[in-house]
DNA sequence: AACAATCGGTTGCATCTGCAACAAAAGGAG
DNA sequence: CTCCTTTTGTTGCAGATGCAACCGATTGTT
């Protein structure tokens, strides 16, 4: 147990929060240790979530099964992920999503309840770890807002503006964290669609680029 | 003033929270009312939002403004909605929209450091209004997240599917709340482009519809 | 009834893009 | 160095989609 305290530590849900009162915390959350067997659920489909989870350890998926039989893979995740924060917070009765273990792993479940309500003991805490919440939350809706003001563009090129006008500004080299493949996905468009619209962008002038690294050239407006 | 204390009570930010209460906590959380004119600005991008802003009167926009000089146009408000909830939350040091009048409004800033710190006054509803404000940007991400799923898909009968199996179960009918316009617009697609694949699937047998009534046939899957 | 306005459907067309298959670079391991 | 793998670019092609223009139906107003 106490190997995953450094661990908690440094998940943005405890950022701020030493490690000696982390562990005081952990009991006042009602948080409780499981083991997920690979291909077991850390959670179900139409399950309440009234907990957030911390993966521990291993590796799982997060998959939203539509009425249809398709399953779409929504995440992946680490030691140190999140997950069902959104839902326990929106108060979601039945989670529209399922998470499987690929790999035998741990995850530590937090009573929901039990982070908003301040406990009468000495965690002072409280209010850091809910503004921690707060800011994980809000955080990962400013990426979904931004990603999606990608997605409704409808021409590859409108995409790839749109993606590189907010790694950076025109005029000036920035190096991309994606590779093709990635960022392809990113955009939702086809790889080989991407790298010929790439092309067709560079040999008109409107931006260079070298592998990852990219220029917007300034002058192209639209 | 007294006038607003409805539509505040209204807001999804204090539910939960009596009149009486309410006007208390005004005065907690730094509350002030501000006239913002027709064309004028509640916030400017570049500014830092250390505040919630709820909409009393009037009608505003979110717009951003990209390097290039290009324009979009991300939410339009009106009474009771908030802006800035987002920004605050995730502590973003520059906001990259600003919010303009397209009418002569009112807005109320809260300062969102005093929202987050519980007050040593009678404020038992701080933890409510905390507790509010995490199922409102939880809420916002759930809704961009299940949009993001549609774009994902590459062609609009996909992005038809997904978005009509996320109203309901395939094989009963159900009302979308949008018309023709806006459902292209939220699948961020052509009008006539849906209109001619939702004949094209009607004449395939995989759905049925009527204006703005559909019903998917459970046989078809993909 | 006449009219305008809105909404939904249809169609022709040019272009875009997904798809598949292949080619060319760029590492990494032996 | 050679072989293998991974990454990236290229190309042909068919089908999908944006766009513009038009038509018909519906609704509400005068």
Redesign the interface.
Known sequence: MHNFLDLIGSCPLFAGVGPEEIRQMLQCLGARGEDVPKDGFAMMAGDTPDHVGVVLAGELRVL?E?????R?L?ATLGPGDLFA????????AKSPVSVVATQPSRVLRLAFGRI???CPSACAFH?KL??N???I??????A??S???I????SIRGRI??YL?TQG??GEWLRVPLDRNALADYL???RSALSRELSRMAAEGVLAYKKSEFR?LVD??I
């Open positions: 939203r539509d009425a249809m039989g398709g779409a929504l924060e959104a839902l326990a917070c929106a108060h979601i908003l309500s301040t209010a809910v503004e919440m707060l800011g939350v809000a955080r990962k809706s400013m979904l807002q990603r999606m003001e997605l409704e563009q409808k503006l749109r006008l500004a025109p939702a468009v086809d917007l192209q407006a």
